[in-house]
């Protein structure tokens, strides 16, 4: 959660790299439905294509918008329990603001930097290829899929629930590595110890403790966003995924195929605001299912929790730019 100016811009500059890492993303999934396979076949290939790219997201220290707010949910319920305080409520509205623009954040920089990836890409692929990435029809279908007037909406909104379920693997994953010990278990492992030394056992074991829980997230969350979808069509529910990075770099290829003048037609500009929706519900569904939970989780009763709601109102209302930006430091006077 960026608190603070300089961590606003870290978020900027992670999410930057989280985006650009997206457009390749966005290649392959292309390049996996261009094979035309049977859609289990296409699901499998593409929730390693995502898993993979999430998991090299998490390792290189960049961020995935979206991902945060399921996560962050519990430690603002945390702060809940103890309302009655002094300056207790607006502490906690602090926190929901922060993470409402560490969010805000994520998406400006995933957004602005998955567009020029996914472009160069395409690029690419005339010069390799001597072809567009995707074929104008599929262009056209594609933007068509993310129109604000199709189902693209309740799409993000399901998507928002498998976001939160992947942030619950993760929890539930990371709690039964800590609670077996698996950490100290792969420390002293003798077949371990044996291979890589004592010191490579103890650094395989930091390794894993540091990182399992989002191997977990990416792992569960690549496979909800690419094989869950050719399953619940097997099953006869037609239903898709919507993520605001990949469908942004969707949109941006979209365009490469069909040249400068679709940013002048109406299928365009209604699947940007479709993209803007689609990032506004995964956000806010996967933030309120979680916060739900957690405050169901620790009891809070009904009085605490309208008057955080209506410290939140009254924070939106004085300072919206609040959501946006954080606050200039102020200048000590000598």
Do not use: C
């Not at 993760?170 to 100290?184: C, E, P, Q, T």
């Not at 077949?191 to 792992?219: D, K």
């Amino acid at each position: 959660i960026a608190r603070n100016p300089d961590e606003y811009r870290h978020m900027l500059k992670s999410a930057a790299g989280g985006g650009a890492l997206t457009g390749v993303t966005t290649t392959i999934k292309f390049g996996i439905t261009g094979l035309h396979l049977p859609a289990f076949f296409e699901g499998i290939l593409a929730s390693i294509n995502y898993g993979s790219s999430f998991i090299l997201i998490q390792l290189l220290g960049f961020s995935l918008a979206t991902k945060q707010p399921a996560t962050t949910a519990p430690a603002i319920a945390a702060h809940m329990e103890n309302l009655s305080a002094p300056g207790q409520v607006e502490r906690v509205v602090d926190e929901v603001v922060y993470l409402i623009r560490s969010q805000i954040a994520g998406i400006i920089g995933n957004v602005t930097f998955v567009i020029p990836a996914t472009l160069f890409f395409e690029l690419l692929a005339r010069v390799l290829a001597g072809r567009a990435l995707i074929s104008a029809e599929k262009a056209e279908h594609t933007l068509d899929s993310l129109s604000a007037l199709g189902p693209s909406w309740p799409y993000a909104a399901f998507t928002g629930v498998l976001l939160w379920l992947a942030s619950y693997i993760s929890g539930s994953v990371d709690n039964f590595y800590a609670y077996r010990g698996l950490g100290k278990a792969l420390e002293k492992n003798p077949r371990l110890v044996f291979v890589l030394g004592a010191s490579g056992a103890e650094r395989l074991s930091r390794f894993f403790t540091r990182n399992i829980a989002g191997f977990a997230a990416n792992l569960s969350l690549g496979l909800f966003l690419g094989l869950l979808p050719s399953l619940l069509q097997f099953v006869g529910l037609p239903i898709e995924v919507r993520h605001v990075t990949l469908s942004t770099g969707a949109v941006a290829a979209s365009v490469s195929a069909l040249g400068p003048a679709s940013l002048l037609s109406s299928p365009f500009w209604l699947a940007v605001l479709g993209v803007i929706g689609i990032g506004a519900l995964n956000v806010a569904v996967s933030f309120s299912v979680a916060l739900f939970l957690a405050i169901r989780g620790r009891g809070i009763a009904a009085p605490e929790r309208r008057a955080v709601y209506r410290g939140i109102r009254r924070r939106f209302r004085r300072a919206p730019l609040s959501l946006f930006f954080p606050p200039k430091p102020k200048r000590l006077i000598n």
